[in-house]
């Protein structure tokens, strides 16, 4: 039988390099953790913003508001309400990650397409146009947001009650600071 003899010479010891390769990994995996936190608050957010413009623009189509928030007067103005206070779950955080926070920093444009045998105007069967957009800021700053971090929504419903026209004119916004609204 053979004897199994201890090696001889003192245990090596790999503790050191486990620590090195750790602290090279650490920045890439710090990097990865805050883009992912800033990328999901980014599109949760546009999300929200853009459910909030798809119920305005339903409530305007079928001539109705939400008058506990904005007013029972079906007008422009309830109706971009209607789409700020709808992004108010998602964008209302006092100082959350929205520039300056709060509804009041959606921006919005409206408009009228007709159907082409239609008239002009708020007629049933042409196309009520609802575009939103807010400028957000990254939460951790690690991570740059696409389009410099202007999040944008457009919305497209046919008029369905025409039975009277929204009172007041169409709502155009100034574009947040790094936007505008050609893309609308």
């Given amino acids: 039988m053979m004897a199994i ?11 050191g390099a486990a620590a090195v390769e750790f602290a090279l990994v650490l920045p ?6 805050f883009g992912i936190i800033d990328y999901g608050m980014f599109f949760f957010d546009s999300i929200g913003m853009r459910q909030g413009a798809r119920e305005a623009a339903r409530s305007a189509v079928v001539l109705r508001v939400d008058a506990t ?3 029972s007067t079906i007008s422009y103005d309830n109706i ?20 300056g926070g709060g509804p009041a920093q959606v921006k919005v444009y409206m408009k009228l397409q007709t159907n082409g045998s ?19 800021k990254p939460a951790t700053g690690f991570v740059p947001f696409p389009a ?27 574009a947040p600071a790094g936007g505008d609204w050609t893309w609308c």
């Avoid at 890439?28 to 953790?33: G, K, R, V």
């Avoid at 239609?118 to 400028?135: D, E, R």
């Avoid at 202007?150 to 100034?174: C, F, N, Q, R």
Wanted: glycine letters at 12%; one cysteine or more.
């Fill in 80 to 99: 971009a309400c209607t789409a700020r206070t709808g992004s108010n779950n998602i964008l209302g955080k006092a100082a959350g990650a929205v520039t």
């Fill in 5 to 15: 003899r201890a090696r001889s010479g003192a245990p090596r010891r790999e503790g």
């Fill in 148 to 174: 410099n971090g202007i999040m944008t929504s457009k919305v497209v419903m046919s008029i369905e009650s025409a039975a009277s026209a929204p009172s007041g004119s169409l709502v155009t916004d100034a």
């Fill in 69 to 71: 928030a904005c007013g």
């Fill in 28 to 33: 890439l995996l710090l990097l990865l953790i």
């Fill in 118 to 136: 239609n008239a002009a105007g708020w007629v049933q069967g042409n196309q009520f146009v609802m575009c939103t957009q807010v400028a957000e």
